[in-house]
């Protein structure tokens, strides 16, 4: 298995996780990966607990780290090696270069003694969200997949249910506290067995309309998947409630571990836990979060929809509907982002503020964006809900290039990762409830396909939310096609925008990406 690290600077700590295999082809990957050690970092800390073998060039490339580290006075520590790694360090006398710790370990974290864990600050947002309109399919998030006809349902059965038994995640419910009266979870739900149904054209037709229905919420599974056998074809339809899964759980992980489990693969790691992760936050959000509160207080200071959301040219009180405007992005191909200082993503978050604020008149722009949360190796493993939704602030009454622009905003970006804890004030307290937010995605739209043992299958359907549970404001879409060229989709509340509104908001917002093109051109030329 190739060597994945993941690192992250926290205060003056370096952290690097490895996962992997450390070999003669993998160590140069070592050694590059840490030759650029960040200013001020004090010591580094060397996640070893997913390394499960280590030879000779793997223990060279250790040393030349530690060599290079010590140059500028920097501690190295490595945690929690496996045994059989630790066993080498051992005999070849490595514990006398390193100082080796074993820290703590997910089979050691315990949950609480009651089985009732509380649900994390996203997911209370989204369930109290939803309990405001409770006949809302706002939190189902399904798509209908037609495979190809050389698929084996019975064999994709058993792979289906294997994920089913092996995942925490889908013994989760959702439950009242009989002591507190707080909606909490459990993980000791049943998990039924997936099989195959053969269905006429009307059966299969009254399957979709059910399937648009909204999840009841309580003590009930939170996910409902059909294999479905039709004179017009094979089909498999997943639906999962957001507060228990989120896009990149479904897309990236429940199908990845699917399609493996159908290959007859091999799992290479153990499972990570969603009960375990919910535990070990859940003690971590008890000790002080003051600074992170602070800090996302700040970046809200001052939201006005008046002054910060496109002029409403509608007013339908109380008759909230959405509205959707869809649009390809013409003008700038993946092939753009190769070799730049900031990301693809940072880039169109900063094209969708500057739209706000041509569209808006007004200089200072206040905005939220969408992230995975999954920022370790345990985390980019976990099968559940993961993602954040970040407040983002920019005054562009400051004059500066095009390139500066997109290098402070992506330090502000990655600065506001590091107080993803003190987002649970945002969340308890709907901040950024009226906020535009940003997303970028990949292969998530209707015409992204997903391979099965080698075979295509095409997304045939994803049921429209017909009762939506949020009345977003205004939501950005960004999504990545196969091509490398990109679509815009916004999704508004069509009880405050009409639809040409909100096609300004897109020339805007493809003026932005073009005009961003040009690195040294200046944001007073921009939007003057």
């Known amino acids: 298995m190739a060597l994945e690290i993941v690192k992250n600077a926290v205060g003056d700590l370096w952290q690097v996780e490895l996962s992997g295999r450390l070999d003669a082809v993998e160590a140069p990957v070592l050694e590059k990966e840490l030759s650029d050690i960040p200013a001020g970092i004090k010591g580094i800390e060397l996640d070893f607990s997913a390394i499960d073998y280590i030879a000779s060039a793997g223990l060279r490339s250790l040393l030349m780290v530690k060599k290079a580290a010590a140059r500028q006075d920097i501690k190295i520590i490595i945690k929690n090696p496996q045994q059989e790694v630790m066993d ?31 649900l994390r600050p996203i997911q209370r947002w989204l369930v109290d969200t939803h309990f405001r309109k409770a006949n809302s399919t706002m939190m189902n998030i399904g798509a209908l997949l037609k495979l190809d006809e050389a698929v084996d349902l019975e064999r994709l059965a058993e792979a289906v249910n294997d994920v089913l038994q092996t995942y925490d995640i889908f013994r989760c419910r959702l439950v009242f506290h009989p002591d507190t009266g707080e909606v909490c979870q459990r993980f000791d739900g049943s998990v039924s067995k997936v099989r195959v149904e053969i269905l006429s054209e009307m059966a299969f037709n009254e399957r979709k309309r059910e399937l648009e229905k909204p999840f009841k919420i309580i003590d009930r599974p939170l996910y409902r998947i059909y294999l479905m056998l039709t004179p017009s074809g094979k089909y498999i339809y997943g639906d999962f409630y957001h507060a228990i899964m989120d896009g990149t759980a479904i897309i990236l992980l429940f199908w990845r571990e699917v399609n493996k489990r159908y290959m007859r693969k091999k799992a290479n790691h153990k499972p990570a836990s969603y009960a375990e992760y919910v535990w070990e936050e859940a003690q971590e959000l008890q000790s002080e979060q003051e ?5 996302w207080q700040e970046m809200l200071a001052g939201f006005d929809p008046q002054k910060h959301l496109p002029p409403t040219d ?34 169109f978050i900063a094209a969708a503020m500057a739209a706000m604020a041509k569209v808006t008149g007004n200089k200072e722009v206040i905005m939220s964006w969408v992230h995975n949360a999954r920022t370790s190796i345990k985390e980019m493993r976990l099968m559940g809900l993961l993602l954040n939704q970040y407040p983002l602030k920019w005054d562009f009454g400051q004059d500066m290039s095009v390139t500066q622009f997109l290098t402070a905003l992506e330090e502000k970006i990655n600065k506001g990762i590091t107080y993803a804890k003190g987002l649970d004030l945002v969340y308890k307290d709907d901040l950024e409830g009226e906020c535009a937010s940003f997303i970028l995605q990949k292969d998530t739209d209707i015409k992204a396909s997903y391979i099965l043992g080698g075979l295509p299958c095409q997304v045939e359907e994803m049921p429209p939310n017909k009762r939506s549970a949020a009345e977003n404001v205004l939501d950005i879409a960004v999504t990545v096609l196969d091509d490398g060229h990109y679509s815009l989709r916004l999704a508004y509340d069509a009880s405050r925008y009409s639809e040409e509104a909100m096609h300004r908001y897109a020339a805007a917002y493809d003026e932005m990406l073009s005009a961003m093109q040009a690195d040294e051109r200046k944001l007073a030329e921009i939007l003057p």
């Open 88 to 118: 080498v360090f051992d005999v070849t006398g490595f514990t006398n270069f390193f100082e080796i710790v074993q820290g703590h370990k997910q089979d050691e974290l315990t949950g609480p003694t009651d089985g009732f864990y509380p």
């Open 291 to 295: 600074e992170g509160h602070r800090y």
């Open 314 to 347: 509608v007013s339908r009180e109380d008759s909230w509907h959405e509205g959707a405007v869809d649009c390809d992005l013409n003008n700038i191909n993946h092939k753009f982002f190769a070799d730049r200082p900031y990301s693809e993503n940072t880039f």
